[in-house]
């Protein structure tokens, strides 16, 4: 582990029981680094219902469809 530095942020340790959530591509870890940027408090709730529940569905979400729906990851 690299040593910290003062100032530097303190990333979220996910619970036992959450899922951990990662970047697939470049292009994703900039969008979701523009969304916090302009709804940092929506962007929370998302973190932690991702967390928790990635498989869910509920009124106000939907899944991926498409090639955007399926990642294949290691082969």
Known sequence: MAAARKGE???RP???IEYEIR?????AQKGW??????I???M???WDFLARTPLSTT????RLKG???VIERGG
Do not use: C, Q, W
Request: a negative charge.
């Open 67 to 69: 090639e955007l729906g």
């Open 44 to 46: 929370t709730e998302t």
């Open 23 to 27: 970047f697939a591509t470049a292009d």
């Open 9 to 11: 942020l303190v990333p």
């Open 40 to 42: 940092r408090n929506s």
């Open 14 to 16: 996910p619970k036992k």
């Open 33 to 38: 680094r523009d969304l916090v940027a302009t």
């Open 59 to 62: 009124p106000t979400n939907d």
